[in-house]
Structures are given as structure tokens and as C-alpha cells.
């Protein structure tokens, strides 16, 4: 039995790592993607997890598939292809440091799993269920995922839904808003950025949003992460918020994938249906969710920044919030 299962993108990102003799940037090569780095944060905190996707049959795939198995995440629901090329993203950073990305992705491996080539007997299997949006912006990766997710629910697993909201891979808005509907449909976790609120709600408070969410879809467990300033929850008709820690932040890349990941570690750690948790309950879930948040930013890259249970046991309890 899995712990929890994701569909979704694994790819490569790119990013400035220095000048080289010539005076020509370097690029490292880092493993991306926010489904596997959801999966590989709760594979260090010792959950079973398996990942569906695609990957090109060429030497960024195959590394990418490297990267999951040492990662201890199953690739049995890995499929390589020979069509299209593993998806790369290049990050590139302006005078005042503001980064922006150009994608290589038409139409990349991830985008072209196909409905029979999703691994149905893992869903079988798994507590949790979870997927973001990358994988829906095109066909037939969209009908891939609209199968797993209507699989997995299908079988009564929890679903948690990350939109991801990455603007740059939609043809249109307004065909990302309708995809973003049909994940909100099954979703009984759901975790937002500020942003993503505002795109599927029209408001940026939390408050007005989140009630919107719940009353429209009745999304059991809401959360919107908020940077320095912490989480606002909502548990049904009741909300909170909780103050981020203060530490030293380097890079936030995968910060927003480890908050999720400690809200599902937390969740199959109770084993208790949502509907008995209490507000207190899903508040410790966001002071762990936080701390692990916050330990990624203090070290480079996503994967290999996810931190132990005893690091995120030791800053929770700490309780330097901001």
C-alpha cells in the first residue's frame, strides 16, 4: 500500500550558477517539477510514494528517472518516450535579480502521457491521491489526469490538489480557469498561493476567498501560503492563520511543495477522516507544514533541501515565528 500517489510533470530546471572563464553564464542542472517534489519530501519523512508521468527517452529523462528511485519514490508509473524530449526550464535572472523562465516544452515528454498509459493499479493502492495543473494545460495529458483523478475518487481516496498557476504554459486563461474548476471538484485538500487565490475566487483576502472555495466546491481543508507571513486555513466554516519562522532563506524553490507535503504527512500520521479533525488539529498541521516550508528555503534546490522529521520537530518547537 502507497502512502500517497502523484500524476503530474518531473523535468529539468536550469539555473545560474556562476560565470564561467569566458564570461559565459553556467547553468546547473536541477531536478524539477512540483508533483515528484512533493512525493520526494515525504519519501525522506519515510511515506511510501509513487509517481505517474512521462519522461523523454534521452540522458535528462533517464537522470530524472535516477533521481526519483534514489529519492526512494516507485517509478513503476514512469513512461518513457521516444516521440518527445524531457521538458527543460531555463531560469534567467535580470540586473535587479527578478527571475523569468523560458520553457522547452512543445511539446515536451510530460505533456504527451496518454489515458492507457496511466498505471491504474497504483491508484489502487494509495492512501492519497495528488496532482497540480501543469499536467492539464494540454492534451491528451489533461484527459490522462482527468482519468487518474476520477479513478482515484472513484476508489474513496483522499484527493490534494495543488493548481500550480504557471501563466507562460497556457494557451489561454480562460482555458486554465476551467481546468482549475474541474481539479476544485474533486479536491478535499487544496493548497493555494495568494495569487492562485485571487485567480479562482476574484478576491485576495483570504477570508472572501476561501469561503468562495468552500461554498462553491465544499473543499474540506483549505490552505493559502503567504510567504514570510505564515498560512490562513479554513476547516469548513472555521479559519486560522499561523505566523511563518523566521530563518535564514537562501532560495525558495520547493518551499511551497514541502508546506504541502507536511500537510499530508500530517494527515496519514492522524489517520482520521477530515471531517473529525478539530481547528487545533489542523493548526499543528501548519506549524509542522511551516517549519518544513521554511527549512527548504535555507539550502539550495528542492529535492535535495527537504528536510528529516527531527529537523522540523526541532525548528517547530523552537516556535521563533515571525
Known amino acids: 500500500m502507497y502512502d500517497v500517489v502523484a500524476l503530474g510533470e518531473v523535468l529539468i530546471d536550469f539555473t545560474p550558477a556562476g560565470i564561467s572563464e569566458n564570461g559565459e553564464v553556467r547553468f546547473e542542472r536541477n531536478p524539477g517539477g512540483a508533483p515528484a517534489n512533493v512525493l520526494a519530501a ?14 523523454g527517452n534521452d540522458q535528462f529523462g533517464h537522470y530524472l528517472h535516477s533521481v526519483l528511485r534514489w529519492n526512494n519514490i516507485d517509478t513503476k508509473g514512469v513512461v518513457f518516450s521516444n516521440e518527445s524530449n524531457t521538458t527543460l526550464a531555463f531560469v534567467h535572472l535580470d540586473d535587479q535579480g527578478d527571475r523569468s523562465f523560458s520553457f522547452y516544452r512543445n511539446p515536451g515528454a510530460d505533456r504527451m502521457l496518454k489515458e492507457q498509459e496511466v498505471d491504474l493499479e497504483l491508484l489502487n493502492h494509495t492512501r492519497i491521491f495528488h496532482f497540480g495543473t501543469i499536467s492539464m494545460t494540454h492534451e491528451p495529458t489533461a484527459s490522462a489526469t482527468l482519468k487518474a483523478i476520477t479513478y482515484a475518487k472513484e476508489k474513496g481516496h483522499l484527493i ?10 497556457w494557451e489561454n486563461l480562460s482555458y486554465a480557469k476551467a481546468m482549475f474548476n474541474v481539479g476544485l471538484r474533486y479536491a478535499n485538500v487544496l493548497k493555494l498561493s495568494e495569487e492562485e487565490l485571487e485567480f479562482i475566487s476574484g478576491s485576495k483576502d483570504p477570508h472572501t476567498g476561501t469561503a468562495y472555495i468552500f461554498n462553491q466546491y465544499h473543499t474540506e481543508l483549505i490552505f493559502v ?43 496519514l500520521e492522524n489517520k482520521r477522516l477530515i471531517s473529525n479533525l478539530s481547528l487545533d488539529d489542523v493548526e499543528q498541521m501548519v506549524l509542522f507544514a511551516n517549519a518544513m516550508g521554511a527549512l527548504v528555503t535555507m539550502k539550495k534546490g528542492a529535492i535535495p533541501a527537504m528536510p528529516s522529521v527531527e529537523d522540523i520537530i526541532a525548528l517547530r518547537d523552537s516556535q521563533v515565528l515571525m
Open 42 to 55: 515525504l519519501a525522506k519523512l519515510g511515506k511510501k510514494t509513487a509517481f505517474i508521468g512521462k519522461v
Open 160 to 169: 490534494s490538489f495543488d493548481p500550480n498557476l504557471r501563466v507562460k504554459l
Open 225 to 267: 501560503t503567504m510567504g514570510a507571513e505564515g498560512c490562513f486555513y479554513r476547516l469548513g466554516e472555521k479559519v486560522g492563520k499561523c505566523s511563518g519562522y523566521k530563518v535564514e532563506s537562501i532560495d525558495t524553490t520547493g518551499a511551497g511543495d514541502a508546506f504541502l507535503a507536511g500537510i499530508l504527512y500530517q494527515i
